[in-house]
């Protein structure tokens, strides 16, 4: 089992749906992350988690709605979603959050929005 | 606002040879991490290299190494040996006073055999 794993990998969904992205972590890290990767564009932070306190909410659209149960799980919650948020989403960790330790990825979810 | 630049979208180099990716960054802050993190096609990115701004000396891991000038405000990786499995693509990413990773628009290194 590889350190944060996500599931989906593939998601197409219609602009009307609900549906969620799922991480976990296995690395005993405390804090979580979300990116969104578009083409030719700089990763986008989206949300921070840390000790299951989000600490971030970098200007993201209420339609993604994240949530952080435990130090291990990270989800966000997709609805009424625009073409414009295909892209693929990232997942991380790392040891804390303020300080400068290695985040560790997942491998993504390709999310496309019809 | 701390800002990241890397100016070579694509990139190309032989097997064996070497090749250097670049990186720009503008911030005012004076300690600061630098970091660079491989993307291999559908997997994971993971952590190559980093550089603590305080540091003068240039971090090396293997076959990786960085040129860090701090006062042109330059991080620059350097892939020594190039092998098939170094094809990527390769992100810049800076970690100032906040808990924010600020990544460049990243590199696409091919390697031809």
């Known amino acids: 089992e590889t350190g944060v794993t996500q599931t989906p990998r593939h998601l197409v969904m219609g602009m009307t749906n609900k549906k969620s992205l799922k991480c976990e972590q296995h690395l005993g890290h405390n804090a979580m992350y979300w990116y969104k990767q578009s083409a030719k564009k700089p990763l986008e932070l989206m949300f921070v988690y840390n000790f299951k306190e989000q600490t971030e909410n970098n200007s993201v659209p209420s339609r993604f709605s994240p949530e952080c149960p435990n130090s291990s799980h990270l989800f966000l919650h997709l609805h009424t979603l625009q073409p414009e948020d295909s892209a693929l989403y990232l997942c991380a960790s790392s040891q804390e959050w303020n300080r400068a330790y290695e985040q560790y990825f997942g491998p993504g979810t390709r999310l496309t929005v019809t | 606002a701390q800002t990241v630049t890397q100016s070579q979208p694509e990139m190309s180099v032989q097997e064996a040879e ?96």
């Open chain 2, 18 to 113: 070497t090749v250097t990716l670049s990186c720009t960054y503008d911030t005012s802050e004076s300690d600061y991490y630098l970091f660079w993190y491989k993307q291999p096609p559908s997997r994971q990115m993971i952590l190559v290299i980093r550089q603590e701004a305080y540091k003068q000396q240039n971090a090396t891991e293997n076959r990786f190494s960085v040129n860090f000038q701090k006062a042109a405000k330059s991080f620059s990786l350097k892939i020594s040996d190039s092998q098939l499995g170094d094809a990527a693509m390769y992100f810049c990413a800076y970690k100032g006073g906040t808990y924010k990773y600020i990544f460049g628009t990243g590199t696409r290194l091919k390697v031809l055999a």
